[in-house]
């Protein structure tokens, strides 16, 4: 479901909501909670968490996991477009996309981003000004899994400490999620769209970010890693003219974020029809 739930609601919308938040982020929530949804008292919260969020899965398929945290991390068949030149979606999500601007940055609302902040790579930064920006915020509801976009060499894998605020939209319009939240980036060199930068943000107080894989060749649609106990971002960074979204999602996306599912074609290699 894409509605902002009432407790993130309350944590962003109003001074004592956030000033509660700021307690939680500075405890140890995130230990606690990670200990109890990978026990086996959490198995309880597995069919709540389905029904509540339209999973559509047999009461005995859900009696079989014996955590949420067996539950959460699932797997599942997915159907991939293997089109060379076409841009697949990494994950099942809620997309948004926004361009870099000559200071390799761009803004969502009251936020401000800067590449070299994102990335802590100023040179780096500096390759994608002008590029595209594609947001994939994934929800409770979706696939919590994702894959490549492209055949490529990915390189080393780079973790970076940082806050777990929510990703929710009224998240973002209020503090640089994605700039503060703790978060691991690596470098595709991709055989049809460039250097591409993947950047998986972790979410509200767990964070778990699962990529087991670094400096290896990899293939289109296979599986990169996962979310770990909770929702959150994946953000990929194009350089200026190496994508082009297809005209009817650039429509869609004029009204707000568009759905998409792993390993649907939503985009073309530049200059591909």
Same mark, same amino acid.
């Given at each position: ?48 968490? =389905? ?59 009251? =936020? ?162």
């Amino acid at each position: 479901m894409s509605g902002t739930s009432p407790v993130v609601d309350f944590l962003y919308g109003n001074a004592l909501g956030r000033l509660i938040l700021k307690a939680i982020l500075a405890s140890h929530a995130d230990k606690i909670a990670v200990a109890f949804l990978s026990s086996r008292l959490s198995k309880g919260q597995v069919k709540r968490y =389905a029904k509540r969020n339209g999973i559509e899965m047999s009461d005995e398929e859900l009696d079989k996991f014996r955590t949420f945290r067996e539950f959460f991390g699932r797997a599942r068949e997915n159907e991939v477009d293997l089109t060379p030149e076409r841009l697949i979606s990494p994950c099942d999500s809620r997309l948004s996309v926004f361009r870099l601007d000559e200071n390799a940055g761009f803004d969502i609302k009251k =936020a401000r981003y800067a590449l070299s902040d994102l990335f802590q790579d100023a040179e780096l930064a500096k390759e994608f000004q002008g590029g595209d920006v594609l947001i994939f915020r994934l929800c409770p509801s979706d696939y919590h899994h994702y894959c490549y976009i492209d055949d490529a060499f990915q390189g080393p894998n780079h973790m970076i400490p940082g806050k777990l605020h929510s990703v929710q939209p009224i998240c973002c319009e209020t503090y640089p999620v994605y700039a503060l939240n703790r978060r691991c980036w690596t470098l595709l060199e991709t055989e049809h769209f460039g250097r591409v930068v993947q950047t998986e943000v972790g979410a509200l107080v767990v964070g778990g970010i699962v990529n087991p894989k670094e400096n290896v060749r990899v293939k289109r649609g296979e599986e990169k890693g996962r979310f770990d106990l909770a929702g959150s971002t994946i953000v990929l960074f194009f350089q200026k003219d190496k994508i082009r979204l297809r005209p009817e999602l650039v429509e869609k996306l004029k009204d707000g974020e568009v759905q998409v599912k792993y390993g649907e074609w939503i985009g073309n290699q530049y200059g591909a029809e």
